[in-house]
């Protein structure tokens, strides 16, 4: 099975994102520099640039929906708005959010809000408000859309520029994710549900498969912030997986070499490939496969992240045919 046959066309999605970038990058002033692609939007001010970022929790909610369970998936996207930007070398400074939604109790919106509020605080930014739109009859009864933006800054001299920064012969720093994160969850439940209830115990993943599919995504601002300085490029692996992620920051003439050996994809993903017989190819480009941030760095640098017990998951070489896994 494809992503495509879950109804999620990864290549349809990129050319609309191209053709969105081509217009965003047209309403920049002379004064004030914008700019749009890698991770998060770009805007210069200064000393400083803004770097924004804006997401949302995608299918995920329906799981959570299913269960009851609804005071992760805000976690779930304060974290992976923090990690875009951080991909920048910014730390974040305020959030704020978007709940859709035709008709739904009071309580689930509490749930949410209060997931957002404490994953704020962990990750020391402010949430400084929101919107909360009921559109009858537009969501199905008892589903809601949930959609976070993020604002942080970074100092120009430590903006992480990944096509100044990265050169050849860097080594690639794999960082465990904690699960699917935010991403694949179309195909996942499509190939998971044909066997198992949410409510289904299964011993390969030593807990139900609500459990693991509501694992809440990772944050890495607390493991890389005090690492910035030794990081030439950081990719945050969602959706487009390896492929689309690492390419978006290689320099020109520069290509990604990555090892799949070199760590152990967690049981989620295996069972996925096993019982969706999705090719694997198609796996490392719409799942993280155990792996939710990459870091470039100079080898020499190793050592500042041996606390992290990172993989060393590739290398940058040199080429033009951006990603390739062996």
């Known amino acids: 099975m494809l992503y495509k046959n879950a109804g999620v066309d990864i290549d349809s999605l990129n050319v609309i994102r191209k053709g969105i970038g081509r217009h965003a990058t047209k309403t920049f002033s002379a004064r004030k520099r914008s700019e749009f692609g890698l991770f998060g939007g770009i805007f210069s001010m200064g000393p400083d640039i803004l770097i924004s970022s804006c ?7 329906i799981v959570a929906c299913a269960t009851g369970v609804h005071h992760t998936v805000g976690a779930d996207l304060v974290n992976h708005c923090v990690n875009d930007i951080l991909t920048t070398g910014a730390l974040p400074l305020f959030f704020m959010d978007y709940i859709g939604f035709s008709k739904i109790r009071g309580k689930i ?6 997931g957002l509020a404490r994953a704020c605080r962990n990750e020391k930014m402010a949430l400084v408000g929101g919107e909360t739109a009921q559109l009858t009859r537009f969501y199905p009864d008892g589903v809601y859309d949930l959609v976070g933006f993020i604002v942080g800054t970074v100092n120009k001299k430590n903006y992480i520029d990944p096509a100044a920064r990265i050169k050849r012969g860097n080594v690639i720093i794999g960082l465990k994710s904690s699960g699917l994160h935010t991403n694949g969850y179309s195909l996942a439940r499509r190939v998971l549900l044909r066997k198992y209830r949410l409510s289904s115990y299964i011993p390969e993943l030593r807990c139900s498969l ?15 912030e005090p690492r910035l300085r030794y990081v030439n490029g950081l990719a945050h692996i969602t959706g487009g997986g390896f492929y689309d992620n690492i390419k978006r920051i290689l320099p020109r003439n520069s290509s990604a070499l990555i090892r799949k050996k070199a ?16 090719p694997e190819d198609e796996m490392y480009r719409v799942f993280n496969m155990g792996i939710g941030m ?30 390739k896994l062996e």
């Open 294 to 323: 990459c870091a470039v760095a100079d080898e020499k640098h190793l050592r500042h992240f041996r606390a992290l017990r990172p993989k060393i998951i590739g290398e940058i070489v040199r080429g033009d045919f951006g990603v």
């Open 210 to 224: 609500a459990q693991e599919l509501l694992r809440i995504h990772r944050s890495y601002r607390k493991d890389l």
């Open 55 to 61: 997401d949302s929790v995608g299918t995920k909610i």
């Open 263 to 278: 760590w152990r994809p967690l049981p989620i993903f295996n069972l996925i490939q096993k019982l969706g017989k999705v």
């Open 109 to 114: 919106i509490v749930d949410v809000v209060r």
